[in-house]
């Protein structure tokens, strides 16, 4: 904010410092372990009486000084000019942190020019002892200049007391420092080896006296010892990074993991090209196969660099400077001014709809292209773009480090959010944003069954386990809720005490106009421990035979004798069923803007999974392509379906309520349309029942998003359930502090209807949230009333449609049973309708008090 910035669009930030850098490193490295390699070299050929040795060892010392002083002097000029203009804020903080830190690195490596310059151009002129003092003397220097810099870039993956005390020698002498000094003083002893194999493979074999195959050996016990301390080096290093980082790599990202287990390959190569080199080989052979193993070393320190500067993401320094080169707390100086109105440098200050994309690309390029491109070889953002649509970027953008730890904040008010969305989706990849607008509804006949109260001797109560089944899966791609549903019914003997009716008769339902199974009968069975009959799995869609949405399909219910097979009752129920999950609004591709529009498209479910792949280090977008589809709950436990999942992974209301608590924050009930086929002007409206009828909204029972995903992770904190505190860690609550919220088991604890209905009298909405059942019996869905007689639903109707509910599709769709019955939309025995099982008036409230109200 205080600095010009770079502008970069392909080659941008993670490119020239991967290339120079790395490079540097390199070289660096090797001129520390060369140093020593040179001495020793020196002393054996001296030791040995080899003229040809020792002529080597000066051909090496001129190779060492080109490579080290000049290619190494050069790269570490460039790394300076690079980070400067990549990182003028942090480079500014370490410059005022360790100016006499640098001050002193920069002596010693003036040191090290005058020694082994000494070193080189006395070769033929000193006494040999004091030249091989000159050679430790440089060796010397050569460590108090690595160990200089070790302090200080270890202060930027771990500051320690250093952000409290601002103490010099807190930050410099930190928690990583000796580990990564013992690191590198072993990756710099194996790169001397390494660059030893290329120039002993040049020593001509005519000499006689072996003197090749000598230093080949040398060079390989050069490389092949030190590596085995480098594995020790590396794991004390891994041990003491702070729980933050340490968690960054091994836990958190794949991409870090990735480099880790490059480390090791390298270093595996490394060692194996050893001990090739130290046999026998033609000189045609050995050369380029010692500049293949010297690759490795790059390939080596490049891995621990990657995995180094990976680990303190996502800072540059940790918890001081973001990876953007913005300070800790500046979304807080911000505030709703926004961050274009605040940053010195920014030719635009305000966003409008006429500069939306212009205001984007510009915030892109204060807060993204330092690590990542435009369609460049390194961190290109058009491919996570693509998983997205701008509202998806939008809300990711408002909890980018919430989502996705190794990302800073986004700094800037929410027209900034959208500018930088707008940019990324429609700027740079041309995706024109779909509009939401409502969807017309076609009304749907509804026929009531006949029912004569003077002769008929049953009545027979259906109602569905749910106020909505939802289907969600991608064909081809993931399944999470199949399409299933599930019904229950009670038949009842009239009489003046009415008699429930389990044995010697059958019970089958049969969805109407099904497009599979031709609307086929299925057994109901009998609940144990209930006395009522149920279809656990009926197989339906909202799209029936004719190809029309219709998402309150009815199904036939039908009770009969067991021995005659006579018809002893039937009735029609709604059975809710929809796939209008709002995945593509945030996830992409092909958005449903119709009624007849299915629901996950294949291409938004592989945006989901690679979303998936990409925080979670699977691989499950590649298996989706390979036609094997993901079944979410083979991993994720699903009460609901009865899925166990795995052991230490969060259940599959948890995870998604978790993780999108950040992302859709502060909406309200919208925040539920998202997903859920709640939308007033959508295609499904299942919000249908009486509750919904007087304004209450989901969140009245359910609470805000940010609340109900708290109760859901707090029971799973209390199951150990890997990455819920985290996530508890990043909620705030609408309704208050999080112990103010009771934890509660998905589908098993619900909110209870007698916290609100209070001696089933008249409700009062704020008791709803927070008040959850106890266990699955306990549900309204399981409940009985207070004789142990009728389920509850089978009165009232089920949940989101309770009666009298309002369909979209017919008005009384839903209230098919209490008309047929009663012909009131009312609750069975309502008003006096007591009469349709007892076949007589009632006085007394027997089911449960307040049944016999005054109409």
């Not at 009663?822 to 008090?849: E, F, I, Y």
Request: hydrophobic share 40%; with cysteine.
């Amino acid at each position: 904010m205080e600095y010009p910035i770079w502008h970069l669009t392909t080659l941008a930030g993670g490119f020239w410092i991967a290339l120079i850098g790395t490079f540097h490193v390199f070289l660096a490295h090797f001129a520390v372990g060369g140093g020593l390699y040179l001495t020793l070299s020196e002393i054996y050929a001296r030791k040995v009486g080899s003229p040809t040795l020792l002529a080597h060892v000066k051909k090496h010392t001129r190779f060492f000084l080109l490579i080290t002083m000049v290619a190494g002097g050069v790269t570490g000029v460039g790394i300076w000019f690079t980070i400067g203009l990549l990182s003028p804020q942090a480079t500014s903080t370490l410059i005022k942190v360790f100016v006499y830190g640098f001050a002193t690195e920069w002596v010693f490596f003036l040191c090290e020019i005058v020694a082994l310059l000494v070193y080189y151009y006395g070769f033929d002129r000193m006494d040999p002892r004091d030249h091989v003092r000159m050679g430790f003397l440089y060796f010397l220097f050569a460590m108090l200049s690595l160990l200089t810099i070790n302090g200080i870039v270890g202060f930027m993956l771990t500051p320690g007391k250093w952000l409290v005390t601002h103490n010099f020698w807190d930050g410099f002498l930190n928690p990583t420092f000796w580990p990564q000094a013992a690191l590198r003083t072993a990756i710099s002893l194996t790169l001397a080896g390494l660059f030893g194999f290329v120039t002993a493979t040049r020593i001509p074999a005519e000499n006689g006296d072996g003197a090749r195959e000598r230093m080949v050996r040398l060079a390989a016990a050069w490389t092949i010892l030190p590596l085995l301390a480098c594995f020790a080096a590396g794991w004390w290093y891994i041990g003491a990074l702070p729980e933050a980082q340490q968690q960054m790599v091994l836990l958190r990202s794949a991409r870090i993991t990735g480099f880790l287990r490059g480390f090791q390959y390298f270093a595996a190569a490394a060692a194996v090209g050893a001990l090739i080199l130290a046999v026998r080989l033609p000189r045609a052979v050995r050369f380029p196969l010692a500049l293949c193993v010297l690759l490795t070393g790059w390939g080596l320190i490049g891995s621990f660099e990657f995995v180094r500067e990976a680990a303190r993401k996502p800072y540059l320094i940790y918890g001081h400077t973001y990876s953007n080169g913005i300070q800790v707390g500046a979304d807080k100086q911000v505030g709703e001014a926004g961050y274009l109105a605040t940053a010195k440098w920014a030719r635009i200050r305000e966003v409008t709809p006429e500069n939306r994309l212009a205001a984007g690309a510009e915030l892109y390029q204060h807060q993204c292209a330092s690590c990542h491109s435009i369609g460049g070889p390194m961190n290109d953002i058009k491919p996570w773009a693509a998983t997205l649509t701008a509202e998806g970027l939008a809300g990711l953008l408002e909890a980018l480090n919430l989502a996705n730890p190794a990302m800073p904040p986004f700094v800037g008010n929410r027209l900034e959010r959208e500018a930088l969305a707008a940019y990324l989706t429609e700027g740079l990849l041309g995706t024109q944003p779909v509009p939401e607008s409502p969807v017309a509804l076609t009304e749907l006949p509804t026929e009531i069954p006949p029912f004569d109260a003077a002769k008929d001797e049953y009545v027979l109560l259906a109602w569905s386990g749910l106020g909505m089944h939802m289907i969600v899966e991608s064909q081809g791609v993931f399944t999470l809720r199949p399409a299933t549903a599930e019904l229950s019914a009670q038949l009842i003997k009239r009489g003046d005490s009415p008699s429930k009716v389990t044995d010697n008769v059958e019970l089958t339902c049969a969805v109407e106009g099904a497009k599979e199974g031709g609307g086929q009968p299925v057994q109901m069975k009998i609940v144990e421990g209930r006395d009522w009959f149920q279809a656990p799995a009926i197989h339906l869609s909202p799209r029936g035979a004719s190809g029309g949405f219709n998402p309150y399909p009815f199904v036939t219910v039908e009770a009969r004798d067991a021995s005659t097979k006579a018809v002893l009752a039937r009735t029609r129920a709604v059975l809710p069923v929809s796939d209008e999950v709002g995945c593509a609004s945030c996830h992409g591709g092909a958005r449903p803007v119709r009624a007849t529009d299915s629901g996950i498209s294949p291409e938004t479910g592989l945006n989901i999974l690679r979303i998936h792949d990409r925080m979670n280090r699977t691989n499950l977008s590649a298996q989706a392509k390979a036609g094997k589809t993901v079944a979410c709950t083979s991993c994720h436990a699903d009460p609901l379906t009865g899925a166990e999942g795995k052991d230490g992974l969060m259940g599959v209301s948890s995870a998604l309520h978790g993780f999108h608590a950040n992302t859709l924050k502060g909406r309200g009930a919208e925040a539920c349309a998202r997903c859920h086929p709640s939308r007033p002007e959508g295609a499904t409206r299942f919000l249908r029942g009486l509750h919904g009828q007087i304004g209450l909204e989901c969140t009245t029972c359910h609470g805000a998003l940010e609340d109900h995903a708290v109760g859901l992770l707090k029971r799973e904190l209390e199951s150990g359930k890997r990455g819920a505190k985290r996530l508890l860690t990043q909620i705030t609550p609408q309704s208050g502090p999080q112990d103010t919220i009771p934890p509660r088991t998905a589908w098993n604890q619900t909110p209870d209807c007698l916290a609100c209905h209070k001696d089933f009298g008249a409700p009062d909405p704020s008791q709803a949230f927070g008040n959850w059942t106890k266990a699955a019996p306990d549900r309204f869905k399981s409940r009985l009333d207070e004789m142990g007689a009728l389920s509850c639903p089978a009165c009232h109707g089920p949940q989101h449609a309770l009666y009298p509910a309002l369909n979209p599709y017919g008005a009384e769709r839903d209230n098919v049973q209490p008309l047929q019955y009663q012909k009131l939309a009312r609750p069975m025995g309502s008003q006096g309708n007591c009469k349709v099982c007892h076949k007589v008036a009632k006085t007394d409230s027997l089911h449960h008090p307040n049944t016999i109200r005054t109409p």
